[in-house]
């Protein structure tokens, strides 16, 4: 009788833990939010991610989602000003600090995660074909003892340096560094190329022929990601004070420093923590490798695709990068979507 009321006792035991066992966890979801809104920024990295974000949140969470323009002070401004929009994918806070620190302090929005792991990032680069001939072509410096390489006729016999569009405060950054750096007196012309289309007609054409080019650049951006530009490295560290005296239109004596990395900030409201805290878990574990989002831009530029082309094939060739961002029910879904 006891053994009898002791097999009972374990199989009713064994029966609760199946059960328990084949119960159904929760499936990601979106909270109490009837819909969320994200800012489709002006550049091409900029409107993919607004459209990774949107395929993602409406696949993998059955959210409702509307995407509407951006531009970072504008997006950032209303965000402060009204709470809309709710998510801006690729906020880059360096080139609207002001508009970022009112953010913060206000309590308004919150920077959930940093889009790309190497930041944003500017410089002056040159193919990977030159820099695999040239081995030791590594920094700025470096560039005096290959003057040659980089002579164009164009330029009366001296050796061109591609400056940024005009306009931009990169253009006395770029101005100053070339200044720093004396190559005025060793046979170098800081050119102009006139506009930003232009500047990516000539690394086009160059690279094309497999010639040497030594222009300003910067990335995430399909030109880096298409035409496989290696960034070289500035002898110094980023100093503050030294960078805004180069940055500004009048800098008596400049001396170099490295460019800081730009933080570019996965910002949202805070709306979306108290309401639909899945959603919050998944934009704080956003990243990605700048090499990806640059082989995504590459690809969408080269075959002249729409940004949410761009976001499906990042979505169906890296598994890898964007599986680690949700719940394995949200892949599920997102995968059967694709």
């Known amino acids: 009788m006891r053994s009898r009321r002791l097999l009972t006792a374990i199989g ?17 979801d979106c909270g109490k939010l009837d819909r969320v809104t994200i800012a489709e920024m002006t550049w091409l990295s900029g409107s993919i991610n607004a459209h990774i974000f949107r395929r ?34 690729e906020f880059w806070t360096t080139s609207a600090a002001e508009v970022w620190d009112k953010l913060q302090a206000s309590g308004n929005a919150y920077k959930a995660s940093e889009i790309f792991t190497d930041g944003g990032n500017e410089g002056w680069w040159i193919p990977d074909y030159t820099a695999k001939a040239h081995p030791d072509l590594k920094t700025v410096k470096d560039i005096v003892k290959y003057k040659d390489l980089f002579t164009e006729a164009a330029a009366g016999g001296k ?21 720093a750096l004396g190559l005025g007196d060793k046979g170098f012309q800081l050119f102009s ?33 298409r035409y496989n530009l290696v960034k070289l490295d500035i002898p110094a560290p980023y100093d503050e004070e030294t960078f805004k005296c180069l940055a500004s239109s009048d800098c008596p004596n400049p001396k170099l420093s490295a460019w800081k990395s730009s933080t570019v900030a996965v910002v949202a409201v805070p709306r979306i923590k108290k309401e639909a805290p899945d959603v919050a878990d998944f934009l704080g574990k956003v990243q990605m490798p700048n090499s990806t989002i640059n082989k995504v831009l590459a690809w969408t530029d080269q075959g002249s695709a729409e940004p949410a082309a761009g976001a499906d094939y990042f979505l169906k060739n890296f598994r890898d990068v964007w599986t680690n961002w949700v719940p394995s029910d949200a892949a599920q879904r997102i995968d059967a979507a694709l």
């Open 56 to 89: 993602i949140l409406e696949e993998g969470y059955g959210c409702n989602v509307e995407i509407v323009p951006g531009d970072t002070v504008p997006t950032g401004t209303s965000m402060l000003t009204k709470g809309e929009p709710m998510i801006a994918p």
């Open 159 to 179: 050796a061109r340096l591609y400056n940024c569009p005009p306009g931009w405060t990169c253009e006395n950054t770029n101005k100053h560094l070339f200044e």
């Open 193 to 225: 190329p006139g506009s930003g289309a232009n500047l990516k007609a000539v690394i086009a054409r160059k690279v094309t022929r497999k010639e040497p080019i030594l222009t300003y650049y910067w990335g995430p951006t399909a030109v880096i990601g």
């Open 12 to 28: 009713t035991l064994v029966l609760a833990a199946s059960a328990l066992h084949s119960a159904p966890t929760r499936a990601a």
